[in-house]
């Protein structure tokens, strides 16, 4: 099994849309994640829990659990760019949507 690479910086200090793109990824690559890893994500990404509080929770060190949360990104991440679902997601998403803007125009008289 080939080593994932570990990013230095916390995954969650960008800004609110890699939040989204990290909470999409966990929907879509979740159930691959252990259990362990699985929740410390969702309650960092959906319920906005600090490090203190996830390593509290868990039993671990403040930088145990930092390192737990970034070693599922990355996890994540490299699912994503080896499977690309969540990018066909985000297609998809984007096709209906102008499908829905057409069709409501359409609808409204004008096309």
């Known amino acids: 099994m080939q080593a994932l690479p570990l990013t230095p910086l916390d995954p969650l200090a960008a800004v609110a849309p890699e939040v989204g793109h990290l909470q999409r990824l966990l929907d879509v690559y979740g159930p691959l994640l252990t ?18 509080e996830l390593a509290e929770t868990f039993g671990c060190t403040r930088s145990g ?36 803007g057409r069709l409501s125009r359409l609808s409204a008289g004008r096309v």
């Open 65 to 100: 659990a930092y390192d737990l949360i970034r070693r599922a990104f990355t996890q994540l991440e490299h699912y994503e760019q080896r499977l690309g679902h969540a990018a066909e997601l985000a297609r998809r998403d984007a096709v209906e949507a102008g499908l829905r």
């Open 35 to 52: 259990d362990h890893q699985r929740e410390a994500c969702r309650l960092r990404l959906d319920e906005d829990w600090s490090y203190t």
